[in-house]
Structure formats: C-alpha cells, structure tokens
C-alpha cells in the first residue's frame, strides 16, 4: 500500500506545481486564489493519506491462508512527469515573502527586549514609583505638607525673654497664628535591591533643619544591616513613630529628653517569629518584626537635639564638640506574641532604649511645652550665686535609660515611655571644685496615651487606615480616632543651685486631647487641646525665703487649642 501512496502523492505534487506554472504571468489575484485551490486539494492528499495508512494498518494483519491466486497481468506505468522549475516571478514573489516575514520576527525580538528593559510607573497613595524592569531599583516620590493654627486660650503662662526687663523679665506666649509646620519633599528607595536610601529636605520656615533625613542604609540581611547618614537616634519609641503617624500634633515630654535627629553609623537587624518570613525594614525603625536590635554611634546633640542640614549638631558646631561629644546608643524591641493566634495580645511590644556620652562643653536645649512650645526650662538663665554674664554647659559623664511599650488590638491603642536623662552642668568661670560647678542634673519625663479609633478600622504604630473614604454624596466620612494623653518632665532639683528658679519651672504637667479625621490614606486634620500646669518658675518670690525653687511663685496655666490640616504621600 506505501507503493500506492507514494506515487499518489509524487502524481498529486507534479499536479501542483503543473498548476503553479500555468498560472505563470497572472496577476497577485489570480496567483492567491490558486494558493487556496492547493490548499484544498492537499487537505485532500492528506485525507488519502491517511485513509491509506489505516489500509496498511489492516494489510499488516494476520489473514486466514487461501489459494493462491493467478497472477495479474502486469500493469504497465506511466512515466511520471518531470518537475517543472517555478518561474523567477513566484521565486521572486516568494523570497519577498521570506524576507518580510524575518523581518517581522526580527521587529517582534527587538521589540519584546525592549519591552523588558522598560521600567515601570505607578502613582497611588503611596506616592510616585518608577521601578526597573527586573524590580532591582526603585525610586519613590512623596512628601508632607502640614499647616497648623495655634490659638493660646485665656491667661497663659509667660515666656522667658531677656529683653523684656519692663514686664517683669517676660512677655506672654504666643502669638496665635497659622504656620507651616513641615514641609517636605521625600525621595527614598532602593538599588541592586537592599541598598536603601532617603533624602527629605523640609521648606518650612519655622523648621531649624532643612535637612531631617538623609541616609544610606545597606541592608545586607534582614538580621544584619548599616544606616549610615543622618536620622533618628533609635531611642524615645514616640520619636521614631513617624512624623505623619503620631496621635498628636506634637510629641510628649519623653521626646523632649532624647535626640531629635543626629549625624552617625547604626547597625540593626530584625528577626521574624520561628517558622515566620523575617521582613525588610530599612531605615531606623521596624515595627513588623517579633524582635529587632538597634545599635549606634553619633555626634551627639544633646536633649532634643538636632543637627543642622551638613549634620554638624548646633549645639556643639566646633572641631572639639564633634571629637569630643559621641554618644553611643543602643535599643532592643520585641513583640512577643506575634503570630500567636491572640488578636488582643499580638499588637503587644516592650522594649528599652539606652545612650551614654561624655560631651566637652555642650550647649543644653531650652526646654519647651508640647503644644505652645512655650519655654519653662532655660539654660541661659543663672542664679546670682552662679554669677551672671556666665554660660551653663553639659561637660562630663551622660546617660539615658528609656523604658518603653505599647499595646495595639483592634480599635484600641496605648503607648508609655518613661526616660531617665543624665548629665554633668559646669558654668564656666567656677572653679572645678565649686559648689556651682560639676553639679549632676538627672531629669526624669514619662507619658501615657491613649487611642480610640471610632469608625471600627484598625489602631496601629503607622496611624490608621480609612475602610471608607471622605465622599458625603454617597454618605461616607472617612475615619475618626479620639485620643488622651497625660505626659509630664521633672526637673532635678540640684540644677537649681545654678538655674535662676524664678525662670525656670521645676515640673511642666500637660493633659492633652485629641481627635484626628482621616479624610483618606493621604488627607488628615487633626484637634488638640492642651492643659499644662507649672511647679514655680513664675517670676516672683513668695515670702521672704531665699530664692530657690521652693520660694517661688507657680506659672500660670498654659491652654492651648490648635488644629492640623496634613498631607502625606
């Protein structure tokens, strides 16, 4: 049967190459519709062919012997046709085609290797992203934009200012306004993928730093990673939630006693619950993993403390100040019931901070009140004793212990710090052994806030998330979370054998209340009432006594109500 099949096949291919040749001097139309007639009649051949292989198939089966049958005449065949050469028009007309088609899948190689090479681009409430196509490199635009009004209710408490002789040493707080308190500009990322970086200017006018951030942090793996830059000491909990993320509009008074920002080298890592995947996290903090570790060498700044934008601090700017005033620190952070299957006890997190320095003759931060950011503790002020025309300086031993937690669950949030900050007063001109030299200031702060987020979304460490965004046409409103706070700063009263009483308060107590409308991920306005109660500082002597801290006089009550309207991509 295949001596059948192939000269079929032989006679059917001479046929249409026959056919080709006839059709020698048509025109495009003509020679197109022949293809289809060929095409058919090969569906055909194959159809035959196939029917022929079943019949070789059934030959191929044992059969029962029979007779011999006489043989067939021989069947004499024909000659086949010769082959005839296609004409140089279809060779022609079919290299055309070749070519045409090697160059669509050329076009379609390049084309698609391109494609690959080219990076992405998403915008969202995260910001703008512009990824590489191997996802190796990213590049992210964000920013912060908050402008605050601050309005002093009633009698407040006086500032301290050298020049108002005539109205007793002080002059009101304030005044009410409307100002910019950040505004900032984030470019951060990554490249060959754990080289992270930020750099975020800040264009506020009030702002002492246009620089806050800017760091490299190599995150080599999760467990071992180097932030080297500028950035947030890992010390006060509430200092390293982020600028946009905190309850209030200002910081308690823990914050107050720890480095703002500084210029160092820290290394940190983080480990994930067994059996768990350990997630990156660049950048001083890291809120997602059961247990992390921070460990750092800086400048040195002082109590609230920041440094200028070249990173050189502004309280010790000399050759000297940067050699002599390293302060190293350290803080471990756990979550211990993470992926415990306890919702109310999952969002549990201890830890405890730590820093000590031996600072040459640095200059000591004033310190502020949390909303008015009305100063109570000043530094520049001296008893008479102490003399006057002299400068307080920190020179010698300096240490912080800084306990702190909170607690997530639900729609329910709380977080407590407390901070021990000590360190060496000299007032130059006093001889080292003086009774108003080398004193040890140790001054204590502590706060407890509480959070209520009413609308059912969830409370966390990075602030809340709308379930349903500000759109009153279809009758949503966004998220609402109402909070409390209580935080207050001690002073050691040892610091008052050289700090003038009567312009500093020994303790500053503020109450505070707060309520923040999430309009969306990215919109916020916020609403803060504070209360702050003084223990003396007020100017004035009561009785005949000498002039310490127990003869004066309280500062008034300082009230202050102010609002936050926040955008932050």
């Known amino acids: 049967m295949n001596d059948f099949r192939g000269p079929v096949i032989a006679g059917m291919m001479t046929f249409a190459l026959l056919g080709i040749s006839n059709a020698q001097g048509a025109d495009t139309e003509a020679l197109e519709k022949r293809i289809r007639e060929l095409e058919k009649r090969l569906e055909k051949m194959e159809q035959l062919e196939n029917r022929l292989e079943k019949l070789d198939r059934a030959a191929a089966l044992p059969k029962p012997a029979i007779a011999a049958a006489p043989p067939l005449p021989e069947v004499v065949k024909e000659p086949a046709m010769a082959a005839t050469a296609p004409s140089p028009e279809v060779t022609k007309l079919t290299r055309k085609v070749n070519i045409l088609e090697r160059k669509l899948e050329v076009q379609d190689e390049v084309t698609a290797a391109a494609l690959q090479k080219l990076p992405s681009f998403d915008a969202g409430s995260d910001g703008f992203r512009i990824t590489s196509a191997d996802k190796r490199h990213q590049l992210r635009l964000g920013g912060t934009l908050q402008t605050d009004y601050r309005n002093f209710v009633g009698h407040n408490a006086p500032v301290w200012t050298p020049a108002s002789t ?18 900032r500009i984030i470019l951060d990322g990554y490249l ?66 720890a480095p703002n920002r500084d210029a160092g080298i820290q290394f940190h890592g983080a480990f994930a619950k067994p059996g768990y995947k350990t997630e990156t996290a660049a950048g001083a903090i890291d809120s997602k993993n059961a247990l992390t570790y921070q460990i750092g060498i800086s400048d040195g700044t002082g109590d609230n403390g920041n440094p200028n934008y070249s990173g050189i601090p502004i309280n010790n700017n000399t050759a000297a100040g940067l050699a002599n005033n390293k302060e190293f620190d350290g803080r471990i952070f756990a979550q211990p019931f993470q992926h415990s299957g306890y919702p109310w006890l999952e969002g549990i997190g201890i830890g405890v901070a ?167 991920r990215n919109a916020l306005i916020r609403f803060d009432y504070e209360d702050v109660s003084f223990v003396g500082g007020a100017g004035t002597v009561t009785g005949t006594g000498a002039r310490s801290v127990y003869h004066v006089a309280n500062r008034p009550t300082e009230r202050v109500i102010s609002t936050r309207f926040q955008i932050s991509f």
């Open 166 to 183: 005539a109205a007793g040493w002080y002059a009101p707080a304030g005044p009410d306004s409307v100002f910019l308190r950040q505004t």
């Open 192 to 257: 060959f993928n754990n080289i992270y970086f930020k750099i975020m200017p800040d264009f506020a006018a009030g702002s002492s730093d246009i620089l806050p951030d800017a760091y490299i942090d190599y995150v080599y793996h999760p467990a071992a990673a180097l932030l080297v830059g500028k950035f947030k000491p890992s010390i006060s909990l509430e200092r390293l939630q982020g600028d946009a993320d905190t309850v209030f509009l200002e910081r308690g008074f823990p914050s107050s006693l």
């Open 354 to 520: 730590g820093s000590f320095s031996n600072p040459h003759h640095q200059a000591i931060n004033a310190q502020k009140t949390l909303l008015g950011q009305s100063q109570f503790l000043d530094y520049t002020s001296l008893t008479g004793q102490a003399g006057t025309g002299r400068t307080i300086t920190a020179n010698g031993p300096s240490h912080r212990i800084y306990p702190q937690a909170y607690w997530y669950a639900g729609q329910y949030g709380l977080m407590g710090e407390y901070v021990l900050s000590s360190q060496t007063l000299a007032v130059s001109g006093q001889a080292a052994n003086s009774n108003y030299n080398n004193i040890s200031q140790t001054n204590r702060a502590a706060q407890v806030q509480v959070s209520y987020v009413v609308t059912g979304e969830d409370n966390s460490f990075t602030g809340v998330k709308p379930m349903r965004i500000f759109d009153p046409l279809k009758g949503t409103w966004g998220a609402l979370q109402l909070a409390a706070r209580w935080s207050d700063l001690i002073v050691d009263r040892s610091s008052f054998r050289v700090l003038d009483p009567t312009k500093s308060a020994s303790k500053a107590t503020a109450w505070t209340l707060g309520a923040n409308w999430f309009l969306n």
